[in-house]
């Protein structure tokens, strides 16, 4: 075992060190508290302000599609053609026929509301029990207003309700009414979201400080940054238009990262208190070594996120911004007004002390130091005295949970699938499309031609709709076709066998896209602007940019990833295994996911059901929010580990010390992503449900199975060879891990303003052979 040399000579002894940039960062901030806090308030104020005053700018129909749906679009947006909200009315009986008249009050019903327009007469089923009753809605249709389908859907429920009990079933589904829905759903959801997140995180940290006052400060940098974040987002929204959703998944990644960044800072800091450190001394000490882990992490994380980039879709433009934007935020926060907070508080930090809870203040009084990571020490002796089946064991583990992702399938849900089993929508959804297959979702056929009303594009448009006719096996009943002479634009609705997101439907959609449309309408298409869109067209071209997407975005993470840990640990085997065991936490929170809603395997354990696919953004959503919550945690464990090996401790010693000196904080900050991402889990989206369940299965994994037992069965097994790094990469920029100082444990008053940088001089060691 080999041990750094004892320094000699005066320059050794007195030479002062270089502090880092956090450590620099949070000594300026520490004497200029005032002008810290304040300007952090005005910031978060400002950038509210404007914020709301900007409003949030959100993205077209056809910016929010790709490849030939969104040049479908694209050509109805450019015409100036609005497609109004169509609904679909169902009207069936036990009896042939028995369902005429009942269809006739329908249809008077929602005329006489006047909030409809182009009511189609009732196209009986194939088996006369059954008539569908096509109509749209009047007015804007991008309007909030939902008292036009208010009245409509109160229309028909009131002729529902009179033929109760005879024999009549009346189902109605459409977009104004599902949107409706969705609406109300989403502001309910989210409302929960938020009012339970911060709680659950608050409670959680109250349990991990013993002090209201600890407790509060993760949540309020969190939620400042958020606050920021929100603002500078609308401000942005104005060049790169945001989905509203966005906001939901900044203020995910704003509480997780916020939270994370002040816990391992504060907790930094209030162990150092209890090893008998002044105030001033143990913040500098937090500051050089969580301050640093935070800027490391942040920068990683940032960069992670930077691969939505690739994806090719807006969505995912605005996921990076806004996820990009809420990290440097909270990490800004992290190292400039916390350590102006902690100097300030003081020992005020442990007002509204919990009983039962923390004790650290006891201990500090008594000059004793608190054993670290009692029953994590415990956890890990085994595993540093066997590391190779434990590795194995792990990773078999993590492997048997992933192996289900191996049969993954992704598609865009449809609306009914997003709801829950028992919702009215849902179920008149369901009904309408197995009596009339591709009843309310048709694919839609958009012809942009140079004289749509001349001979030559009668007789495609005609062609084409006999030719839908007679393939009885691809095609439903009922195509309607709507011509706007002036814009030389033709719109026609293709019903699609199936239920409309099955094999059956996307043979169908297949075959028109592939062979029905260029065969009768490409010749009148001016340019050859003719394409196919729809919802379940839209899903198809969404789907497969996804997958197109996916692997550069893999690729650009784990490279940029791999590159960053090289340079901030000078360690290739170190640099490598973050990516491996990232990898495994997404593989298994992927095998989780597809196991219980594709597979429906425990599905009711997470009051969900089997919807046979995965929402098709979700994968490349979890990975890289994964990687980027995964190295929160890799980069403060391995830097405390670093930070041990680098004052003499062997790889062993190292290795045993930093896992139980970040088991705490690392516990309590999954802990608290855990219970938020559950959270999201209780949704009533399917989407939601599959985000919330595969973050939390995959965070709690990655802050035990992995950090917990195969990064240090790992790092055993690898010995001193964690520290190689190839001499050709001898050039690497050298990030110099900060190194507790050899002060007295109560060092003088003022210490922090001793030195350059406002750090006193230090011993300052040789560094190790391995690092020289």
Not at 98 to 112: I, Q, S
Not at 127 to 145: H, K
Not at 625 to 650: K, N, P, Q, T
Request: aromatic share 6%; proline share 6%; glycine share 10%.
């Amino acid at each position: 075992m080999r041990r750094p040399p004892t320094p000699t000579g005066p320059a050794a002894s007195t030479r002062p060190p270089r502090a880092g940039l956090a450590a620099r960062l949070g000594g300026w901030s520490t004497r200029h508290r005032k002008t810290a806090v304040i300007g952090w308030l005005l910031f978060v104020v400002l950038a509210a302000t404007l914020g709301g005053m900007a409003g949030l700018t959100e993205p077209t129909d056809s910016e929010q599609s790709v490849r030939d749906s969104a040049r479908a679009t694209t050509i109805l947006e450019d015409a100036g053609i609005e497609e109004p909200p169509a609904e679909s009315v169902m009207v069936s009986s036990t009896e042939k026929g028995g369902w005429r008249a009942t269809a006739k009050e329908v249809v008077r019903a929602v005329e006489d509301t006047g909030r409809v327009k182009n009511v189609r007469d009732p196209l009986p089923s194939k088996d006369g029990r059954a008539g569908l009753i096509g109509f749209e809605m009047r007015g804007d249709p991008d309007s909030t207003d939902e008292k036009p389908v208010d009245e409509v859907i109160d229309a028909v429920g009131k002729v529902r309700e009179a033929h109760r009990g005879e024999g009549i079933e009346i189902h109605q589904y459409g977009e104004a009414s599902a949107m409706k829905w969705l609406n109300k759903i989403l502001g309910d959801d989210f409302a929960k979201a938020e009012w339970t997140a911060v709680p659950l995180a608050l409670g959680i940290l109250l349990v991990a400080f013993g002090a209201l006052v600890a407790a509060l400060l993760p949540v309020a940098l969190a939620l400042t940054a958020f606050i920021a974040a929100n603002g500078i987002l609308a401000l942005l929204s104005t060049q790169l238009h945001i989905d509203e959703t966005t906001n939901s998944v900044m203020l995910l990644m704003g509480l997780a990262v916020g939270v994370d960044y002040c816990l391992f800072y504060l907790r930094r800091e209030r162990d150092e208190r209890a090893a008998g450190r002044d105030a001033e001394t143990a913040l500098r000490i937090a500051a050089a070594t969580s301050g640093r882990a935070v800027l490391v992490s942040g920068v990683t994380v940032m960069v992670a996120m930077a691969g939505m980039f690739l994806s090719g879709l807006l969505l995912f433009k605005g996921f990076a911004v806004a996820t990009i934007l809420v990290v440097f935020i909270a990490m800004l926060g992290s190292v400039t007004i916390l350590p102006a907070l902690l100097s300030w508080l003081g020992d005020r930090i442990d007002k509204g002390k919990v009983p039962f809870l923390g004790g650290r203040k006891r201990d500090r009084a008594a000059g004793r130091r608190k054993p670290a990571g009692r029953i994590a020490g415990a956890l890990l002796r085994p595993v540093l005295a066997a590391p190779g089946l434990f590795a194995v064991l792990a990773a078999a583990a993590m492997l048997v949970l992933a192996a289900p992702a191996l049969g993954m399938k992704t598609e865009q849900l449809s609306l009914d699938k997003q709801m829950p089993k028992n919702a009215e929508l849902r179920v008149n959804a369901e009904k309408i499309t197995e009596t009339f297959p591709g009843g309310p979702e048709p694919a839609r056929v958009v012809l942009k031609a140079d004289d749509v009303r001349s001979p030559q594009t009668r007789a495609a448009l005609a062609d084409f709709k006999e030719t839908v006719g007679k393939d009885t096996g691809h095609f439903g009943r009922g195509v309607e076709t709507v011509v706007h002479g002036k814009e030389n634009v033709a719109v026609i609705d293709v019903p699609l066998a199936g239920n409309g997101t099955d094999e059956t439907s996307l043979a169908a959609l297949d075959v028109l896209r592939e062979k029905v449309v260029p065969d009768t309408l490409g010749p009148a298409a001016a340019d050859g602007q003719v394409y196919v869109t729809g919802e379940l067209a839209g899903s198809k071209d969404f789907n497969d940019q996804l997958k197109d997407g996916i692997v550069p975005v893999l690729v650009f993470i784990t490279v940029v990833t791999f590159l960053l840990m090289l340079v901030s640990f000078r360690s290739a085997p170190i640099a490598l295994a973050s990516i491996v065991l990232n990898l495994l936490s997404v593989g298994a929170a992927f095998g989780v996911m597809t196991a219980v809603f594709q597979h429906g395997w425990g599905a009711s354990l997470f009051g969900t059901e089997a919807v046979g696919a995965i929402e098709s953004w979700m994968p490349l959503f979890v990975l890289v929010v994964l990687f980027g919550l995964s190295m929160d945690y890799h980069v403060f464990v391995v830097s405390r580990i670093r930070e041990a090996r680098d004052r003499g401790m062997s790889t062993r010693e190292a290795i045993s010390d930093g896992i139980r000196a970040t088991a705490s904080a690392v516990t309590g900050a999954a802990l608290i992503m855990v219970a938020v991402f559950a959270v999201f889990a209780t949704l009533s989206m399917q989407d939601m449900k599959q985000m919330g369940v595969g973050l939390a299965v995959a965070v709690l994994l990655d802050a035990t199975v992995v950090r917990m037992v195969l990064l240090p069965a790992v790092m055993m097994l690898l010995g001193e060879r964690n520290w190689y790094l190839p001499r050709w990469l001898g050039w690497l920029p050298r990030m110099e891990h900060e190194a507790v100082p050899t002060v007295p444990a109560q060092a003088a008053p003022g210490a922090w303003g001793a030195g350059p940088y406002g750090e006193p001089p230090r011993t300052v060691a040789a560094p190790p052979e391995h690092v020289r």
